[in-house]
């Protein structure tokens, strides 16, 4: 035992104390409750005394004792002891100790007059029996027992048959089938049943099975027949039997099972009369069976997915052999009786849910549900479950409903009355239901509603720990969304209610529990049951059947097909719709007009699967050259702004999935965004914009709206709103815009390492337009509070979130115009005062106020240097203005006014329309009117505020603390040339700004050179800019050479707008006389040839770029060729060479690059129509003596790498008031000339070379060869003194040593030698030729100081090969000026008529003349400055003579030509490669050989030479026109030697000519 009840104290003091204390405790345990756990005590108790009887601890007589002592307690006590004694009996049967044995035996002798013998022969053994004498024989006991037994329990006395025993069977029958409404109940009818029994000696088994039978018939009567049943009951198992063999009875082949019998089995269940496992072996099929049903059933759904995804076109005949198997197949396949689902309904039926539970776990997930049966039941036990809750939380507001009863069973799952309650049964019993909760579409709503209810409650929580609680109800909605609502609906055939109700619910949840359920239903669910696997199969089957039907024509008939289908299963359909759009982009329009019959939930789920579409690892973004983005990025792109734009999609998901594409370094995905902003919020990032739209941009809202886009996207109102929500409630704005200004770079520097050059300029320009897109739409439509608390300062963004300064202020601009604009009106309200100068003075303190903070935020932005000259105030000012600011486009105004008369007189017109409609166009138009008038009549108001702020502002913008020439270089880099490609806006805004800072008279400022540095070296800044940036620098350029023309056009013009203003002042330092005002300006003359000179240095730039062979310079160029049209070419020449060498660009291109090739082609197609246009030379800017001084290229200040040069009289001007703040040594070398030239002519102009820094781009070459130049040009003044000079080249902005000691030394010479040669005039032409080319020298030479240098060290030889390669640049470089005026102008006609060809057509021999021309006339032009009028109109009066020789020397060179061809055609390959080298030589020769020529011999070759050089310099020009570079590559020698071997006979003559000519 256990535990010891008698302690062995006890024993061992057993007279003096144990006997007492084991009877008290024998009394108490007696004493007690008549319950197991007593009488076992007790049964202990005299156990374990016995036992010390048996080991011999206690004596028999004295344990006898005691027990008879105890068997008078309570009368149960002998059957106790004889328990004991039983125990004993087996106990001791086992012990080999006999003695032990003995002792018992004498215990229970002893014991035998307290314990009945009948208890004992019932309890002990018979070999005991015997041996205490109780029975004879033990044998002849057990055989007597076993007889008895016999009588008992196989000899039947009972009658089981119905026909043995009819009559009683009869009346039990009757008695269970009477009329049961009285007052008859089970106890009354079991004592009659009981009677029968005795009376018929009824079987009573059989008699169960009657009464089951009965119950069976009369299956509604449970309350009277369950308590019979129970009353009745013998043992579990028999019942169990009973009704099993009812089971195996309908079992047979065919057999059905009644649905009463599972109707009484599910009864006795749930009363627990029977137990389910006991029932269920009795039930077939088998659950192996059902599994393997299951899973062929999943096989099967897989098979006809297949067979409807593959493309097969069947005959006819196998079409019919199918449909005949199908058929055969249905009539085998009659479902064999499922008896244990048949079960499963009953207990359903009558609400016993832990029982269906049970046998829903023995099957395979859905199985049971998937018979619409068993779904159906579950559903009426869900309805009873969740009616309290329904009818307090779920019911919407008006809807009646019908009640029902809860369940009157007590067995049945209690209902839910809140919703903790649901958790307890309802999310398990819709867990097993899963998709079949399709069967019952008000059960599914009633599910959603309170889903709806629960959410709205969640929400509304405010205390934490509640909510808290509430969050794993959350979670149990969630997954039920998951596993039975979704999969519901797609099992429901087209309910948009359903979908509707659904959409309810969800849109409580925020977007990533959405789209997480979404890819769950479109990715997970569809394969978890074989149900879902064909639907999907059918749904992508139909989906491809209107897919391929759908047109433009038939959109509404297949929008409604589409719609039907997307009610249940939207993920498949949007899927294959997806996929189709990525391959054919025309199905956009018509896909999206057909999606108009789309429920709200269905667009949700659209909005997701665009984003998984977009997302799609497995889809590369570029396409396979790697040069473009891929075309079903593009289409999808293109889908999400129409669809975001015309339906009410949530766009917060996909703005996200672009902010995160950003965050993660990838740009691509902003073609999204910048669609979505397109259409939704009708802003249009172009830079192909019109002149018309780019002027309607300029102004107010409106007039954007009308005029500025090429698409009139109307009615935005509401997209944009939707948008500005999306953003402002996801705070997505700002990050957004900030991680695009980022991404501009990091699409350069981190993303676009191994990508294709083409593509990182494409994605850079999509990040900035987008950038630029974006920021407009929150511009206009972010109220300014919501913009203020968004934007940080400047500072702050370009500091701490590293935003590029254009960009920050690009974000800034719209702050700061709402807030000078709100504190003006603020000043306004404050002090009523109407006049309009009150009104300004307002204007300027508000602008003060707001303006102030940003003026201190600036100064972090740039080191302290800059500030010298610019001060942060002109900065920022520069910076928050923009073309609203500036000017009023009235025209646009205008055009867009009279639009809308036109439209409103064509309603008038219009007999067709309706006069209601009639009425309300009208009244839009005229409402528009007004609107566009009055918005004119603010920006008037406005502009005119801020011209006067300006005015105000001009004198403390520049301070020019180190030289003009920083100024501007600053300006330029700050300001100017970072904004100017930001958009075409701005880049018009930073024209117009120049000109005002101009027309303003701005103090430090110089208008000059500003426009000089600009035009002067365009190769770089064209080369770094991006396909749509140099768009806009086009239009820069575009817009600055409007001005210049302008002013160009007419003296008046010139005078009124630059006469006396200081941006054109031309002090020269050191003059040491004191002209009277006028002799400070720029005269108008002057200017045109400074204008020239920009003209040319613009072709030059060109010509260089087109012939690099890069793509980007070749593209950039041609595209701001074609901006630039309108004003550039003017000058016929230059429009020749340009027009050669763009064809040349088209021949080469076509096969290689078909893009450049196109740009070409357009560009040369426009340039040929602008050809009328076009002037010649001498029309363009006089070139007589009086005024033929070309200002040339001045340098541009320190280092001056880059840094475009400019005309001599605004270099003269930041000389004289920069003072000697700037190179010493220029200033020294140039005082000689200087006081020479004072007395000569007020209005002296550098004639000087175009180049940037030193007077001759090849320094080495230069100063030897103008020791001679020098003396013959002296002896040439003498002869003819006709051309006024310019100063030598007085802006000397810190060039090289070197070139500083050239100069020196050229500029003595040219003071020594100044008297001695009339011919001077012709080699300052020479000479300033020689100096354009040079710069065309390499690409770029202007830029490159440095590279100059070190082509010049490689001596006479290589230059002048150089030149011959530039040649390019020197047909165009007539803005020199001749020393006659017959002369010049036969030249220009004889290069027309020779040379139709780009500046590339000239000759070596030519440049060598333009060498020698251009040196000596640098140094020469001091003393030529003090030519007389006279002698002006002597050369004036000259001209028509010398135009008729001109036209006879025309004639000549025709016949040369003629007759060069042919001797061309009768040479042999190596001749010809011989003579083309030697004329190359010779040219190189003539070239170097040229300028030390005696002043005689120049004399008397002067018209020789102008005759030969021009034809020379056009022919091997030809030969020579694919070079561009500094250093002649081997390609474009042989090229040039091929172009030669053309020319041969003719370049031979010309050489020998010319090298005789210098001989």
Known sequence: MATLILPTDWIKNWEKSGKNEFMQLCQDLAGKPNNEVFLKDLQTALYELCWHVVHGGLKVDVAASILADVMEL????????????????????????????????????????????????????????????????????????????????????????????????????????????????????????????????????????????????????????????????????????????????????????????????????????????????????????????????????????????????????????????????????????????????????????????????????????????????????????????????????????????APQSGHSPPPSESFEDLSKDVFTMLGYLGPHLSHDPILFAKIVRLGKSFMKEYQSESKQEVKDKMDSLLSCFLSMADQVLLPALTLMECNACMSEELWGFFKLFPYQHRYRLYGQWKNETYGNHPLLVKVKAQTVDRAKYIMKRLTKENVKPSGRQIGKLSHSNPTILFDYILSQIQWYDNLITPVVDSLKYLTSLNYDVLAYCIIEALANPEKEKMKHDDTTISSWLQSLASLCGAVFRKYPIELAGLLQYVTNQLKAGKSFDLLILKEVVQKMAGIEITDEMTVEQLEAMTGGEQLKAEGGYFGQIRNTKKSSQRLKDALLDHELALPLCLLMAQQRNGVVFSEGGEKHLKLVGKLYDQCHDTLVQFGGFLASNLSTEDYIKRVPSVDVLCNQFHTPHDAAFFLSRPMYAHQILSKYDELKKAEKGNRQQQKVHKYIAACEQVMAPVHEAVVSLHLPKVWDDLRPQFYATFWSLTMYDLAVPHSAYDREVNKLKMQIKAIDENTEMPLNKKKKEKERCTALQDKLLEEEKKQLEHVQRVLHRLKLEKDNWLLAKSTKNETITKFLQLCLFPRCVFSAIDAVYCARFVELVHQQKTPNFCTLLCYDRVFSDI??????????????????????????????????????????????????????????????????????????????????????????????????????????????????????????????????EKEKRPDLYALAMGYSGQLKSRKVHMVPENEFHHKEPVSSTNPGGLQNGPGNSGKPATSAPAASTVKSEDGAAEDTDKSKDKSQVAQKTASKTPTMVNKASSSNGSSTPNSTKGSREKEDKEKSGKEKKEKKEKNPASTPETKAGGKEKQQKEDRAGKDEKAADGKEKTPKGDKEKRKDDKKDEKGKGDGKGADKEPSKERDVAKEGKLKESGKGEKNAAATSLKSPVPRSEGAESEREQKRRKLDTHSPPSHSSAVKDGLNDFKESTSKHHANHSAGLSKGEADKKESDKPRDRSKEREKKEDRKERKRDYSNSDREMSQETKRRKDENGTNSSKHSKSASPPDSPRSNDKDNSKRSKSTSKDKSDLAKADKTSGGKKESRHDKEKSEKKRDSTGAKEDKKHHKSSEKHR
């Not at 980007?1112 to 074609?1122: G, Y």
């Open 74 to 405: 309570r009368e149960d006590m002998p059957s106790v002891l004889a328990d004991v004694f039983c125990v004993l009996d087996i106990e001791t049967g086992c012990l080999e100790e006999k003695h032990k044995r003995d002792h018992f035996t004498q215990l229970v002798g002893a014991c035998l007059f307290c314990v009945p013998d009948a208890v004992l022969k019932e309890r002990l053994d018979p070999e005991t029996l015997e041996s205490l004498g109780l029975i004879k024989q033990a044998q002849q006991f057990n055989q007597k027992i076993v007889k008895i037994k016999t009588k008992l329990f196989y000899k039947q006395q009972k009658f089981n048959l119905l026909r043995e025993e009819n009559e009683g069977y009869a009346k039990l029958v009757t008695e269970l089938g009477q009329d049961l409404s009285g007052n008859i109940t089970s106890h009354l009818v079991l004592e009659s049943i009981k009677s029968l029994i005795g009376c018929f000696n009824l079987d009573p088994n059989r008699v169960l099975d009657i009464i089951l039978e009965v119950y069976e018939c009369r299956s509604d009567q449970d309350e009277f027949f369950i308590p019979l049943i129970k009353s009745y009951m013998c043992e579990h198992q028999t019942l169990c039997h009973i009704l099993g063999f009812k089971f195996k009875f309908h079992q047979e082949p065919n057999g059905e099972t009644p649905s009463s019998l599972y109707h009484v089995a599910a009864a006795l269940l749930q009363h627990n009369l029977i137990a389910l496992e006991d029932l269920y072996v009795h039930l077939l099929p088998l659950d192996s069976t059902i599994i393997e049903e299951h899973k062929r059933e999943i096989l099967e759904a897989k098979q006809i997915a297949r067979k409807l995804t593959m493309v097969v076109v069947p005959s006819e005949k196998t079409d019919d052999k199918e449909k005949e198997k199908e058929k055969e197949e249905e009539k085998n396949e009659k479902p064999p009786d499922n008896q244990k689902l048949g079960l499963l309904e009953a207990l359903l039926r009558i609400g016993d849910w832990q029982h269906a539970q049970s046998i829903m776990e023995q099957m395979p997930s859905f199985y049971a549900t998937s018979h619409k049966a068993i779904a159906i039941a579950l559903c009426q036990l869900l309805h009873l479950l969740v009616e309290p809750l329904y009818r307090r939380a779920g019911v919407p507001k008006g809807a009646k409903g019908c009640l029902l009863k």
């Open 1019 to 1148: 190769i770089y800044t064209v080369a770094s800019c991006t396909e749509n940036e140099s768009r806009r620098y086009g239009r820069f350029l575009c817009c600055m050479l409007e001005t210049v023309t302008r002013w160009h056009s007419d003296k008046a013009i010139y005078e009124k707008e630059c006469g006396n203003y200081p941006g054109f002042l031309t002090i020269f330092r050191a003059s040491g006389f004191d002209g009277g005002n006028k002799a400070d300006q720029l005269d108008y003359e002057n200017f045109r040839h400074v204008v020239h000179k920009w003209h040319y240095k613009l072709t030059k730039a060109s010509v260089h770029c087109l012939e690099t062979g890069e793509y980007t310079h070749i593209r950039n160029i041609l595209i701001v060729l074609t901006k630039i049209l309108p004003y550039y070419p003017k000058v016929l020449n230059l429009g020749q060479a340009l027009e050669c060498r763009v064809h040349k660009i088209c021949q080469e």
